[in-house]
């Protein structure tokens, strides 16, 4: 029954949250359609959680995706030894990175009184989810060894099934605790991202790391406006 909801009820209403929500959001109302930046009110910290952050978990959710969309690949690559090990260990060192970007963003609008006013309840539960993610993510690399192995043979045929409307729950069944809610936190991050600042990785979402975010200029009298 729970296995049920987790892998077949929720990912399918997070996609279709993901598919309706989105485009309405993006006619209804544009300007809403940003990860509102706060670097203009704190720039110090935000430059340590926000690049640890992003250049962590890029990386790491590519990899995923990897696996889904070119198992056989994976599997031969994997195959060898030692690219198993030095991926699994690239792959933990990013997944921390990533983690300590996030516990620094959270840690950032707790202790920034400017911030407070801005923050809203959508941006608490969202870097509750993705610390909760990274966490869970982090878990399974260094207690669950070779993840991108196994995941091959019960994640992946997984998202095939799904993809191909015939979901299949039972290759999610018995795996661990810690592994089906890493899955099922990433089915509701998907379900949020459209009522979220999240929506702004569908705009361009490789821009900033060759821009800041935002660029601010101030009209000052003397520029004669
Ligand atoms: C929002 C989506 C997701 C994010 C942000 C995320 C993030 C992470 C992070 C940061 C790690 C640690 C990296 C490492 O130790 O290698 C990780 C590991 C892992 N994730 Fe995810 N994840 C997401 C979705 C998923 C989904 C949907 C699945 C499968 C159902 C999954 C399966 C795994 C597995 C098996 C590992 C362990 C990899 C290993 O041991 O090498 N993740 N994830």
């Known amino acids: 029954m729970l296995n049920t909801f987790l892998f077949v009820v929720l990912p399918y209403a997070a996609l279709a949250l993901f598919a309706f929500v989105t485009p309405y959001r993006y006619f209804s109302n544009r300007l809403t359609w940003s990860a509102y930046s706060t670097q203009f009110l704190e720039r110090k910290t935000l430059y340590w959680g926000s690049n640890s952050w992003h250049y962590g978990v890029i990386p790491?959710?590519?990899?995923?995706?990897?696996?889904?969309?070119?198992?056989?690949?994976?599997?031969?690559?994997?195959?060898?030894?030692?690219?198993?090990?030095?991926?699994?260990?690239?792959?933990?060192?990013?997944?921390?990175?990533?983690?300590?970007?996030?516990?620094?963003?959270?840690?950032?609008?707790?202790?920034?009184?400017?911030?407070?006013?801005?923050?809203?309840?959508?941006?608490?539960?969202?870097?509750?989810?993705?610390?909760?993610?990274?966490?869970?993510?982090?878990?399974?690399?260094?207690?669950?060894?070779?993840?991108?192995?196994?995941?091959?043979?019960?994640?992946?045929?997984?998202?095939?099934?799904?993809?191909?409307?015939?979901?299949?729950?039972?290759?999610?069944?018995?795996?661990?605790?810690?592994?089906?809610?890493?899955?099922?936190?990433?089915?509701l991050i998907v379900a949020l991202l459209p009522f979220t600042k999240l929506v702004h990785l569908l705009y361009v979402p490789f821009d900033f790391l060759k821009d800041p975010p935002i660029l601010y200029r101030w009209r000052s009298p003397k520029a004669g406006g």
């Open 60 to 187: 790491v959710v590519v990899a995923h995706f990897f696996g889904i969309f070119a198992p056989d690949a994976m599997q031969s690559i994997l195959a060898n030894r030692q690219a198993l090990i030095l991926l699994e260990s690239a792959g933990l060192g990013l997944g921390l990175f990533a983690l300590f970007g996030c516990l620094v963003l959270i840690v950032r609008r707790l202790v920034t009184p400017f911030l407070g006013p801005v923050t809203t309840a959508g941006d608490w539960i969202l870097l509750a989810l993705l610390l909760f993610q990274t966490a869970t993510g982090v878990y399974m690399g260094m207690f669950l060894r070779w993840g991108s192995q196994w995941y091959l043979h019960t994640a992946v045929p997984y998202f095939h099934s799904l993809l191909l409307f015939h979901p299949q729950a039972e290759y999610m069944s018995d795996v661990p605790m810690v592994f089906k809610l890493h899955a099922a936190g990433a089915f």
